[in-house]
């Protein structure tokens, strides 16, 4: 498979061109275009069925819903991109991981690689609860979104980072993070102190340089990392002028 990144850093498409037989996963929605020779089918559980649904349900390892396309030609093309405004990149699992990576910023991925819950407390890691820290393993690529642009920092022992939670996309699994809160910080949903995490160790952070939860609370909510399904009928939500 073959794939370039275009319309960055403000409005991403991930276009790929696959072989006979190669197969790409992608969040549900995430399609703009394929080739005729493209077969697309919706997988529930990862492809594990009503197995995978009552795993998903146990330990939030992954998304009900899934989609799956496999090149029935060569040369086969698919366009996906995030429903939101930002960049997208890659990661080489196999090379750099194993990855824990915010749920929302997943994209697409390669078969071959394996997501699974990071920790118990991964549903309440980030500001939205349909958030989830999860863990890529395995081999193979992974495309990861930002809402805004991409920073990648490495971080050296002996010299902690610490950023704010709701900014992070990803990092290496050998870093030790822990949690507090910053009165800097303000939560974009509830308007208090936010959370902050520091890494310590030697290994590299990806952040996104716009807070997805201002995104999707100023766009009347959602799940991911930005999208957002618009307000109920009477709900005014919080505007703009809210965080000046």
């Keep these: 498979m073959q794939y370039n990144i275009e ?38 559980g990862g492809g594990e069925g009503v197995g995978g649904i009552i795993k998903s349900a146990i330990s939030s390892s992954q998304d009900v819903v899934e989609n799956a396309f496999e090149a029935t030609a060569d040369g086969a093309e698919i366009s996906l991109a995030p429903d939101h405004p930002g960049d997208v990149f890659d990661v080489d699992v196999g090379r750099d991981g194993p990855i824990r990576v915010n749920s929302g910023a997943i994209l697409a991925w390669e078969p071959t690689v394996d997501r699974s819950t990071a920790f118990n407390d991964a549903q309440g890691f980030f500001s939205s609860g349909s958030l989830r820290v999860l863990e890529l393993s395995g081999t193979g690529r992974c495309f990861l ?43 974009a949903v509830l308007g208090g102190e936010g959370l902050v995490s520091k890494f310590s160790g030697e290994g590299r952070v ?25 307000t109920d009928e009477g709900d005014t939500g919080v505007g703009v002028d809210d965080f000046l």
């Design 145 to 187: 979104s930002a809402y805004g642009s991409i920073i990648e920092t490495d971080v050296e022992p002996g010299d902690p980072t610490v950023i704010d939670t709701d900014h992070l996309i990803a990092w290496t699994d050998g870093l030790a993070v822990s949690r507090e809160t910053d009165g800097t910080i303000k939560s």
């Design 7 to 44: 319309k960055g850093p403000s409005y991403a498409v991930l276009r790929t061109t696959m072989d006979r037989g190669d197969r790409l996963m992608a969040e549900t929605g995430a399609m703009i275009s394929r080739s005729e020779s493209v077969d697309a089918d919706a997988e529930v």
């Design 206 to 230: 990806w952040i996104q340089t716009r807070n997805p939860a201002v995104f999707r609370t100023t766009s009347g909510g959602g799940s991911g990392t930005g999208g957002g399904s618009g």
